[in-house]
Structure formats: C-alpha cells, structure tokens
C-alpha cells in the first residue's frame, strides 16, 4: 500500500510550545502534502512538497521531506490553542496512466492545551 | 471564491436502505473527488472524475456504491444498499485540473449512520 503512517497517533503540548509531526510512506512519490482537519470539519490544504525538495516553509509551518528515508515531518511553531486538529499526511504518485491519487495517512491528533 | 459544498451534512438510515450524497465543486474545477472517511482514519478515495469521465474507481466497492457527474460540474454518490460498515463521513473534493501537484479543495462533508 501506498499509504502513508503518522507518528506520533496523538500528541498534547503547551500553547508556545513547537509541535512535531512524522509521516513515513513505502514507494516513490511525485510530492507530499499536509493536510489540517478540525473536528467536524473538511480537510484544508497546508503545504505541498515536492519530491525534489528537502525543505519547505509557510508561516509557522515547516516541513521537511528525506526521499531517501521515504519520510516526511511537520514542524508547527509557536502552538496555539487554534492549531487544535487532526494533521494528515498525504503521498501523490503518478502511474503509469493518468491516474494521480492522493493516499492519506491515518493522521495526527494534536491538542494544544491553553 | 464559493467552497465546495455538500449536502445532507448528517444522514441516519437503516441498514439495506439507500441514500445518496450530493456535492457541488468549485467552480471552473474540472476534477471532482469523492472519498470516505471512516471514525480514527484518513480519507481513503472512492472515485476521481476528470469533466464527466471516470478516471479512477479503483476503490468504489461497486456492487453497492455508484456516482455520477452528470454534465462535469455536480455529482451524486449512491449507496444502495447500505451495511453497518459504509457508517462514515463522505467527503468531497475539487481540484482544477487533476494534475498531481494540484490543491485539493475539500467540503465539509457528510456524516452517514447505518444502524
């Protein structure tokens, strides 16, 4: 499978403080994308990486990206209670035809406690 | 501009019964997405249509879901009839043009309960 694994499954932090999330996945990818999902909510789009990139920011975001460890990382600085939700990772690849799906992990969950 | 958006948020049905899920994209969004979510897990896709075309239901449990696009803009998914399993949050997404490296909008989605 495709499929992409989160680690750590939750993680609870102090507002301020940084949170780190990791996605490993198991084939070659054309680019990974994080995805934020507040409770109740759809998904929204974070930040995208490309497979030829290494390092990638966005505001308080950063993210991470070792093709060779097929391994991914969300750095959120500086938490807020709003960064409350489910983080997920998901891999593009593109096959042989003109499907490209979008393979998502089974997320995060993280709490940012006030 | 206007999201995607969904419709019923909540359904609650009876197993064997059948229900249908609308979805309006993005305007101008030739891709059209539909995925299930099942409580604790990411989304997993059940159907990607590029305009009116299917490009990929490798995923669809097809002896009891169906969706359609219609015309390349709204879409319906169907299931009929529905388990205890397919209890869920079904969401839709939109993207320009299907190209990998593309955002994927996402609605709001649709919570089913079979009981």
């Known amino acids: 499978s495709q499929q992409g694994e989160e680690d750590p499954q939750a993680l609870s932090i102090q507002e301020g403080e940084n949170a780190t999330m990791n996605c490993s996945y198991k084939?070659?990818?054309?680019?990974l994308q994080w995805y934020r999902q507040n409770s109740g909510r759809g998904l929204v789009h974070l930040i995208l990486i490309r497979s030829n990139e290494r390092e990638k920011h966005s505001g308080r975001l950063r993210v991470t990206l070792d093709t060779s460890k097929k391994s991914s990382s969300l750095l959120i600085t500086a938490s807020r209670a709003a960064d409350t939700a489910s983080y997920f990772c998901a891999t593009v690849y593109i096959s042989s035809g003109s499907a490209r799906q979008l393979t998502f992990g089974s997320g995060t969950q993280l709490t940012v406690l006030p | 501009e206007a999201g995607v958006a969904q419709s019923p948020r909540y359904k609650i049905i009876e197993k064997r019964q059948s229900v249908a899920f609308w979805c309006n994209p993005i305007s101008g969004h030739a891709t059209l997405y539909w995925y299930q979510q099942i409580l604790g897990q990411g989304p997993k896709l059940l159907i990607q249509f590029q305009n009116n075309g299917v490009v990929d239901d490798s995923q669809l449990p097809k002896d009891r879901f169906s969706a359609e696009r219609l015309k390349g803009v709204d879409s319906t998914l169907k299931i009929q009839p529905a388990k205890l399993e397919d209890s869920a949050v079904y969401l839709c997404a939109s993207s320009r043009s299907g190209q990998g490296q593309e955002t994927q909008y996402f609605g709001p989605g649709t919570r089913l309960l079979v009981l």
């Open positions: 084939t070659s990818i054309n680019n």
